[in-house]
Every structure is written in C-alpha cells, then in structure tokens.
C-alpha cells in the first residue's frame, strides 16, 4: 500500500493570510492521483482539489491551490486569503490509477486553526 | 440529489454486542467503499463492494468483521461482539464507477461507533 505522510499535525493562520500544507506521498507507479480533503468539525469529508498525475500544471480551485512536484513525490495544498470556515482538519490522499486498485490512502491530517 | 447516507450517525454498543452500519450510497452509484477512522488518524480503507459482489476486502480485519451490499437496500458493515478497540468512525463513500477513470468518492457524514 502506498504510504502518504502528512509532517505537520497542526498549523494556525492569520484571517486574510496564506498557509500551506505539506504531503509527500511513496509510490512506483507513474499514474494515478492525489488528493486534498477536509474534514470539518462536523466530520463530513469535502473533496477540495484533485491533482493527476500526468497533468504538470498544478490544480487550483479558487482560494486553493497545490504544489505537485512529482519528482520529489510531493503535494502541498495552499489556502490564500483565508476564512474562519477553512479552519479543519486537511487530509492529503493517493490513489493508484493503475489496475484494480481503488482505494484511497490517507495520511494522518493537519489541523488548521484560523485566528480572527 | 441527495448525499451518501449513513446511520446511525452514533452507535454505542456494550462490549460483546454486535454493531450494524449502514450506508445509502448516491442515487445511481453502485460501487461502496468502506473507510474507518481511529481518534486522532487518518481514515483507513477497508472494503470495497459492488453490489452483490466484495471486490476487495483487504482492509477488513480477519475475524468479526463482515461487510455486505446486497442487490436491494444499503450497504451495512457488521462488526460481531465488539471491543474497546472497534470504537472509532466509520465512513462509507460511493461512486458512480470504479474503474480506471477517476470517478470520485463522494463520503457519507460518517457513523461514530463507541464501545463501552
């Protein structure tokens, strides 16, 4: 199984401010896909962005953005200008694109407090 | 259109008992995927059904767990006398296809499962 590492177990931000977050991800395959999640409070898990990895340029979804480096098997997530309703816990995912392979591998979360 | 749907939303259960959770996957998809999530980690994959059929259950843990989706009504995870250790979330996800095109996961609000 893939193994998806997620370093930061919490990071804090400014209202109105930039925050990243970092993934690196261990894998052969040259295919497949990652992920950003985020878990409110209420525990609903929300798709934010999704990067493939044959596509190089880099996802974006309004104020999110990622960094995917596939040489360095790295995936950070970046939040710009952010809002009290982005504070959450942030998973990075991977999945193989390869076979019969679907399942998602999650790292362990970042915890994002927003100050106001 | 609605949502992937799990109850109960909170299961407490006395060790030894047995827990059922069920998931009504999104109008159309017929393909589950079980997640469980222990305090303070990453979701985990556990199985992954199509209806009538489990397609990869290499998540599951050998003994009193079991998982099943039949051709009529929802998925359900049974988990058989439980212990302390089952006490966690368990998430269900759905998709509209499961093979190599990226067809999303889209998560149920998940069943918090304790065990007393």
């Known amino acids: 199984a893939q193994t998806v590492t997620q370093s930061q177990p919490e990071m804090s931000v400014q209202e109105a401010e930039t925050v990243t977050l970092s993934c690196t991800y261990d894998?052969?395959?040259?295919?497949?896909?990652l992920f950003w999640y985020k878990q409110p409070p209420s525990r609903q898990m929300i798709l934010v962005i999704r990067?493939?990895?044959?596509?190089?340029q880099n996802a974006t979804e309004n104020r999110f953005s990622v960094n995917f480096q596939k040489a360095a098997k790295s995936f950070s997530l970046k939040i710009s200008d952010s809002q009290l309703g982005d504070a959450a816990m942030y998973f990075c995912?991977?999945?193989?694109?390869?076979?019969?392979?679907?399942?998602?591998?999650f790292g362990a979360g970042t915890t994002v407090t927003v100050r106001a | 259109n609605a949502g992937v749907m799990q109850n109960p939303r909170h299961l407490v259960r006395r060790r030894g008992q047995e827990a059922r959770l069920r998931c009504s996957p999104m109008?159309?998809?017929?393909?589950v995927y079980w997640y469980r999530q222990l305090p303070e980690e990453g979701l985990k994959f556990m199985v992954y059904?199509?209806?009538?059929?489990?397609?990869?259950e290499s998540g599951m843990p050998k003994e009193r767990f079991s998982a099943e989706f039949p051709k009529e009504g929802p998925s359900i995870l049974r988990i058989q006398q439980v212990v302390r250790g089952d006490s966690a979330a368990y998430f269900c996800?759905?998709?509209?296809?499961?093979?190599?095109?990226?067809?999303?996961?889209?998560f149920g609000p998940g069943t918090r499962l304790t065990v007393t």
């Open positions: 995912a991977y999945r193989s694109r390869a076979g019969d392979d679907y399942k998602l591998s």
């Open positions: 894998t052969s395959e040259s295919d497949y896909y």
């Open positions: 996800a759905s998709s509209l296809r499961g093979d190599r095109v990226s067809y999303e996961q889209y």
């Open positions: 990067q493939e990895a044959y596509k190089q």
């Open positions: 109008k159309g998809h017929s393909h």
């Open positions: 059904l199509q209806k009538e059929n489990i397609i990869d």
